[in-house]
């Protein structure tokens, strides 16, 4: 197992950081440029930007706020919501995004995936997959933001992203995002098994056991977390100390160098 990346999830709509529940009741947080610094000076190993109702509407709106972040933000940032084309992707790049998360484009033509891996390299290329539970160990896939089925069970989507060229999956849990709940274990160790690409598991974090199990029981190689750092319930010290006491390997930051 290498290092669990500890990730910052801001989903944005418009100038603002927002927060759901199950993907739904969008709550305006604040300014998620102050969040992004605020979140890497605290040690964040890396930065995910979604615009949830990109794809709704035709179109993303990150490229000022990730052009912005990156002057103060030196970590890896991946921007999804929105994403259909190449045009699009060569966009976000530019803006100084490492990697994109593609979710609906890619349902609607999974040849994208292939495309963005061939022209970007497969380490530009998340597939975002937002999955609810249809049945015992059964997860569909769904896209615009968790609202329209895909008729695709999710193993097997995953599967086929990575036989495409996803380098990475960002696995939300409809289900369980925004309540504090803990990480759908089940549908990340299931999906982990099935492929040979790093899961991001993401939806439910609520306090340090949560991503304590998701990564000792659902073997997620990352963890993205939302909630808990939004409303100040824990920061990435709190995080980071307590996965250390129990035994999982977490990189040291650059203020823990500097000590």
């Known amino acids: 197992m290498g290092n669990i990346r500890l990730i910052a999830r801001l989903d944005v709509k418009g100038a603002y950081l927002i927060k759901s529940i199950n993907l739904e009741g969008l709550r305006k947080i604040g300014d998620p440029g102050e969040y992004a610094k605020k979140y890497y000076a605290d040690g964040a190993d890396e930065i995910i930007y979604m615009d949830p109702v990109a794809s709704l509407y035709g179109r993303n709106s990150l490229l000022d706020i990730v052009e912005k972040a990156t002057r103060d933000v030196f970590i890896p940032i991946t921007v999804g919501g929105g994403v259909r084309t190449l045009s699009d992707v060569e966009k976000i790049l530019k803006s100084g995004a490492d990697k994109v998360a593609v979710n609906t484009a890619a349902i609607k033509r999974p040849e994208l995936i292939r495309e963005i891996a061939t022209r970007f390299g497969s380490q530009c290329m998340v597939l975002s997959i937002e999955a609810k539970q249809s049945g015992p160990d059964l997860w569909e896939a769904y896209y615009d933001n968790g609202r329209e089925r895909s008729g695709r069970e999710v193993i097997e989507w ?38 040979s690409i790093p899961i991001i598991a993401s939806g ?13 029981e659902g073997k997620a190689d990352a963890v993205a977390m939302a909630h808990v750092l939004h409303y100040n319930k824990l920061t990435f010290k709190d995080i980071r100390e307590k996965a250390r006491q129990e035994g999982l390997p977490i990189r040291s930051t650059r203020n823990e160098w500097m000590n």
């Open 158 to 195: 995953a599967r086929q992203g990575v036989a495409l060229g996803a380098g990475e999956i960002l696995l939300t849990s409809v289900d369980r995002e925004g309540s504090a709940r803990g990480f759908d274990s089940d549908l990340v160790k299931k999906v982990g098994e099935a492929v």
């Open 204 to 216: 439910g974090m609520g306090h340090t056991d949560h991503l304590i199990h998701v990564v000792k």
